[in-house]
């Protein structure tokens, strides 16, 4: 987490910001910093940067911050990509839309949304997961330590091509 201002920021406005659902959409609004830019624009590691504070919005909102210290659970993005339609330059404002769209027994995938005006500037997503002491924590595991059930959704198109990509990736790693 290289945006330690930010997430302590995100972490003490998390406690008077409306609890959230797991499933609902994190919301968060942002301004470009002379510390994002490169010459004149966001640079392209910053956007993944920026992406984990819209993942924690939603552990902080949803109460998991207190299950994520009692069982030692680390957070991981195993696997991201993202696709940049227009720049962010410094001091504009924009908007960072986070949601979980679908998991598995190991992980959670989500998708978020750069927009400013109402203009998608970038849409990204990751591949996550919660890793404990033994490995991976399903998901559903995840979840229930919110204390409430979710009905999984139907996989979007995306993420069962993220997850060929993932297969692939891990395989050429083994050679």
Not at 38 to 53: E, G, P, S, V, Y
Not at 96 to 113: E, G, M, N, P, S
Request: aromatic fraction near 12%.
């Amino acid at each position: 987490m290289r945006l330690r201002l930010r997430f302590l920021w995100l972490i003490l406005s998390s406690f008077w910001k409306k609890p959230m659902d797991l499933l609902d959409e994190s919301v968060l609004n942002l301004r470009v910093l002379p510390n994002d830019i490169d010459i004149t624009k966001i640079t392209n590691d910053r956007f993944i940067a920026l992406m984990d504070l819209g993942r924690m919005d939603i552990a902080f909102r949803t109460g998991l911050l207190k299950s994520m210290f009692k069982n030692k659970w680390v957070p991981l993005a195993t696997f991201d990509t993202i696709r940049f339609r227009y720049p962010l330059k410094v001091f504009q404002a924009y908007q960072l839309r986070t949601r979980i769209v679908w998991w598995d027994d190991t992980t959670a995938y989500f998708k978020q949304v750069f927009e400013r005006k109402g203009r998608v500037v970038a849409t990204g997503y990751v591949c996550a997961t919660f890793l404990g002491s033994n490995g991976a924590i399903p998901p559903d595991e995840v979840m229930a330590e919110t204390g409430k059930s979710f009905t999984k959704p139907n996989q979007p198109e995306i993420v069962a091509r993220l997850r060929e990509i993932e297969s692939l990736i891990h395989e050429t790693q083994k050679e």
